[in-house]
């Protein structure tokens, strides 16, 4: 089976081989052990929601079968993983009391990593709010600064006796426009821009607060926030859409880059976000983190789009090749990201955090499958990673998005991007040709 017969592009030695999932898309359990509601349950059970009518309670069973997928990295040679603790799991109520059993289980997945020869370097948030936060306004009420703070202290207290690697938030332009502007994403306010910059705004606070009480546990911890960069290209010719590229470019790119490395506010956007800016905020939000995660799939195609979000709205790609999710295959723009945070941000220490693609994969008798175009994604994507080392960007590493087949958030279970088949009803997993590929890939590299 499959996969290119020649070796791929060089990295460097010591480059971090890994995989990335998140929580909710592949925990299930969700009533297991004091786990409370998180805002994604309760969204994914509102008819018409979710693609395929369906919720995140099973998922991959992963709360139960983790010692199988540890089993699985560590067959496939992988050094890191990236995985997010669920914060209704380790504090139902989102705030105060800590429920022992849900700390248990990433005490013993770290145990298991640190075993298996694998770093654990986990996200505290990827997206599942506590849904009795959300009942507080969630990232709409101020306060959730110093619950985000406090939570991150529960987690590090517990687990950076042996962690030392911790990211804060994954993607929070996401998360604040598709969930707060938008209604696609959990908790579908629907706000427009204002509930999208105030998400935005009270996600940098939360993170400067988490961040400051990080350090203060562990004055040596590698410190991280983890960011969807896209680089954002105007749909069609015209000076109305170069704009609303711009505008974009600042909501989606520049807000949270230009909050923590530099405590400012993209020029365009200072007054339209200013007033949820209060004195000493940016100050707050500034720090020196150790490394930046970069998520990336493909370039932001805009068009001017008066009345949506900073009279913008998604537009259409050039014509080329897609990935089952239709988003435009543009290795490319991984490299043209990663200049830009070289020139641009002081050339920061980075980890690809996610890449990969959902393929339309079918599976034989056996549940196998050659999936040759992840294969040929991968490594187009890991090429522009090398080019980009060879260009003077710092990257010390790559995670793979993702091991497993999982729940694709308001796609379900219809989009599949693992390295490894999951079947949903069995909980059964097979290795597809891009495992034993990323198996060959890793081992390419000096350790
Ligand atoms: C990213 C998310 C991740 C996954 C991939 C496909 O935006 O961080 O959870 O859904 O997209």
Not at 40 to 58: K, N
Not at 264 to 281: C, K, S
């Amino acid at each position: 089976m499959a996969g290119p017969a020649r070796a791929g592009v060089p990295l460097p030695p010591g480059f971090l081989w890994g995989a990335s999932p998140s929580a909710p898309q592949i925990e299930g359990a969700v009533d297991a052990d004091g786990r409370a509601a998180s805002i994604w349950d309760v969204f994914a059970s509102q008819p018409g929601a979710i693609a395929d009518g369906s919720t995140p309670g099973t998922a991959c069973d992963h709360y139960h079968r983790w010692p199988a997928d540890v089993a699985l990295m560590r067959r496939a040679g992988m050094r890191a993983y990236r995985f997010s603790v669920a914060w209704p799991r380790v504090q139902p109520a989102g705030r105060g009391a800590v429920n022992g059993p849900g700390l248990d289980f990433y005490d013993h997945l770290t145990d298991a990593l640190l075993e298996a020869g694998i770093r654990p370097m986990p996200c505290l948030y990827h997206w599942d709010l506590p849904q009795a936060l959300q009942d507080r306004g969630g990232w709409m009420n101020r306060d959730i600064a110093g619950w985000f703070a406090d939570y991150a202290q529960v987690v590090a207290a517990r687990l950076g006796d042996r962690v030392g690697d911790w990211f804060t938030l994954n993607e929070p332009s996401v998360s604040a426009i598709l969930g707060h502007g938008m209604t696609l994403h959990a908790p579908g306010l629907g706000g427009g821009a204002d509930a999208t910059l105030k998400a935005l705004h009270h996600q940098n606070l939360a993170q400067g607060d988490a961040l400051a009480a990080l350090r203060a546990i562990g004055p040596a911890f590698r410190l991280g926030t983890i960011l969807s960069l896209q680089p954002v290209r105007p749909s069609h010719p015209g000076e109305e859409h170069r704009a609303a590229a711009e505008r974009w470019d600042a909501l989606w790119n520049r807000v949270p880059l230009d909050g923590v490395l530099r405590g400012e506010v993209p020029g365009i956007l200072a007054e339209a976000m200013g007033r949820w800016i209060l004195e000493g905020d940016l100050e707050r939000i500034r720090f020196p983190l150790d490394r930046i995660g970069v998520n990336y799939y493909s370039r932001l195609y805009v068009e001017a789009r008066p009345g949506g979000l900073v009279d913008a709205g998604f537009g259409p790609a050039p014509a080329g090749p897609r990935t089952d999710m239709g988003w435009p295959i543009e290795a490319h723009g991984l490299t043209e990201t990663l200049e830009d945070l070289r020139d641009n941000y002081g050339n920061p220490d980075v980890l690809i955090t996610e890449n990969g693609i959902a393929c339309d994969d079918r599976a034989d008798g056996a549940g196998r499958v050659d999936d040759r175009l992840r294969i040929l994604y991968l490594e187009e994507h890991l090429a522009a990673v090398a080019q980009a080392i060879q260009k003077g960007c710092r990257v010390g590493g790559y995670l793979a998005w993702s091991l497993l087949d999982n729940w694709e958030w308001q796609e379900g279970y219809r989009r599949r991007f693992g390295l490894v088949r999951v079947d949903y009803r069995t909980g059964r997993r097979t290795p597809k040709a891009s495992f034993d590929w990323y198996r060959r890939r890793i081992a390419e590299t000096p350790a």
